[in-house]
Nanobody, 117 residues
Framework: QVQLVESGGGLVQAGGSLRLSCAVSGRIFNIDAMGWYRQVPGKQREVVATITNGGTTNYADSAKGRFTISRVYAKNTVYLQMNSLKPEDTAVYYC???????????WGQGTQVTVSS
C-alpha cells in the first residue's frame, strides 16, 4: 500500500517561512516526477512546483523566487521550502507522485498552510 505522508504545514505570519515534507511509504516504482499542489475552497487544485527524476524543476509563477522544491531520491521524499509567504499562499498543500504507468498519480492527504497578514 503506497501512502504519501505530508508534514510541515501550519500558521505563519506574512513574510515568514515554512518547509513542507512528503515521504512516500510502501513500494513504488516508475516515478516520473514528484510535486506540490495547493487548493483553496471553491477553486481548482493548482500546481505549485514539480521536480522530475532528472532534477528538472518547474514552478508556478506565484512561487518563483520564493519557493524551492527539492527531492531525496533514495528516500522518495520531496520538500517544499516556502519563504516570503503571503496571505494568498493560504491553502491546503498536497504532495503528488506522477508515474508513466497506472496508477498515474498518488496524492497525499493534504496539509494546511495559513499565512496571516
Amino acid at each position: 500500500q503506497v501512502q504519501l505522508v505530508e508534514s510541515g504545514g501550519g500558521l505563519v505570519q506574512a513574510g515568514g517561512s515554512l518547509r513542507l515534507s512528503c515521504a512516500v511509504s510502501g513500494r513504488i516504482f516508475n516515478i516520473d516526477a514528484m510535486g506540490w499542489y495547493r487548493q483553496v475552497p471553491g477553486k481548482q487544485r493548482e500546481v505549485v512546483a514539480t521536480i522530475t527524476n532528472g532534477g528538472t524543476t518547474n514552478y508556478a509563477d506565484s512561487a518563483k523566487g520564493r519557493f524551492t522544491i527539492s527531492r531525496v531520491y533514495a528516500k522518495n521524499t520531496v520538500y517544499l521550502q516556502m519563504n516570503s509567504l503571503k496571505p494568498e499562499d493560504t491553502a491546503v498543500y498536497y504532495c503528488n507522485v506522477e508515474r508513466s504507468v497506472s496508477p498515474y498519480n498518488y496524492w497525499g492527504q493534504g496539509t494546511q498552510v495559513t499565512v496571516s497578514s
